[in-house]
């Protein structure tokens, strides 16, 4: 979410007339975007800052911003931590970001912007991303209020977008040469839950969905020059029937889902206010993976949740075993101000904390690996990125299932092909093979094997 707004402030800028730096050290105007999700990431954006204000001394007319969940949870006091700090601006108030570089040029310094909960939010359309991936945020804030979790308090109130905005938004995306959307929302699947997100008026599809977000995951498919549809982050309450049978049967929609699960406790799942059991989850999990059958999972774990115990950790682990994830992003928790989790006492020790984190990465290590072998052999469509980071003369991709696959570039495969990729050996979080052909193109490459 916060690289899809970091690219949408990026746009306006550039319409607004400015140039984006390539290096950070050729920037004039630095904006840092915050997470308060972790004490962690708080404490990175502050020390990034601090470095950044005290290179004014050799560098005065350099500006330099912050935005995002921390510049709204902590106001106008970011200023007594970082008093060279010339601009601070909250959630939902993007779109002020232009102006407040306008004023800060004039000469003004230390503006803070941060918005009220029940303000309406600026919801930032542009765009910048040169590739042909984009997110579209679909749900902005949240309503759930999970123990731990600071996202309602700085994201504010969950509002849907109108789904003639959105699919503007993505049919522009689409004309730029954009093949895959992400749609974003801390609980996508609560689409059109809280406001209005049809018009009377708009079309149903063929399928007669009845439900906001299936409705609107349709309406997306339908969207010329759109091959793939990704979404997250799902809620098991979200996968209805009705959802598990769009994914199913429009053939854009990934067979991904990302579908956080915190605790494969029932008490920890309380505690934290989930409002589902690991029964519940594991339906939702069952239900999805007999629909689709190559059916590909991620998820969000927390370790260490106040009054955690072995025992309960051990379930989070047999849960991790059953769901048979293919990547999982593990947590400690962090104690975060003002939520109600905050007021447990935290009593997992960082040690501890640390070690059930260590055993969670090994298992996954183990069970990547285990899935991935599977996969050898099988020609995978790959979303060709371009040059792999590691090493620029190989490439990579994504597969439908949010696999990074790498390979041996070929003649006519470009950034945005879709190539069809056979897997010869595999790592627990990356694919290798080898090019046999490019969809829409004659390209198919014989290989002896
Ligand atoms: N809306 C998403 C999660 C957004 S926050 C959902 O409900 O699934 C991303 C992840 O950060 C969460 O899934 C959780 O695993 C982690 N997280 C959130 N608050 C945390 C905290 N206080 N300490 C540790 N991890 C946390
Ligand atoms: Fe936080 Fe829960 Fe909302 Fe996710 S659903 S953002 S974890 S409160």
Known sequence: MNVRDSDAVAAMLVAAGYQQAVRENDADLVIVNSCSVRGKAEDKAIGKLGLLCAGKRKRPDRKIGLMGCMAQRIGEDIFKKLPLL?????????????????????????????????????????????????????????????????????????????????????????????REVTLLGQSVMNYGKMNDVWHSDDPYGTNGYKEPFTRLLEAVASVPGINRIRFTSGHPSGCTDELVHAMRSLPQICNHLHLPFQSGSDRVLKMMR????????????????SAMPDFSLTTDVIVGFPGETDAEFEETRSLMEIAAFDNA???????????????MIDDVNDAEKMRRNQILLADQDIRGQKLNQALVGTVQEVLVDGPSLRNSERWSGRTPGNKIAVFTPVKGVEPGSIAEVRIKRVAPQTLYGEIRGVLGSNLIIEYSD
């Open 86 to 178: 010339d601009f601070s601006v909250g959630t939902r108030r993007c779109g002020a970001i232009p102006q407040m570089v306008r004023r800060v040029l004039k000469g003004e310094t230390n503006i803070c912007e941060i918005s009220a909960a029940e303000a309406f939010p600026d919801v930032p359309d542009t765009h910048n991303e040169t590739g042909h991936s984009a997110f579209v945020t679909i749900l902005l804030g949240c309503n759930r209020r999970c123990a731990y979790c600071i996202v309602p308090d700085v994201r504010g109130p969950e509002y849907s977008r109108p789904a003639h905005e959105i699919l503007a938004e993505i049919s522009t995306l689409a004309s730029h040469g954009i």
């Open 274 to 289: 989930r409002g589902y059991s690991r029964a519940d989850y594991l339906d939702a999990v069952k239900r999805l993976r």
């Open 329 to 343: 992003f593990i947590f400690k928790y962090s104690p975060r101000p003002g939520t109600p989790a905050a007021e």
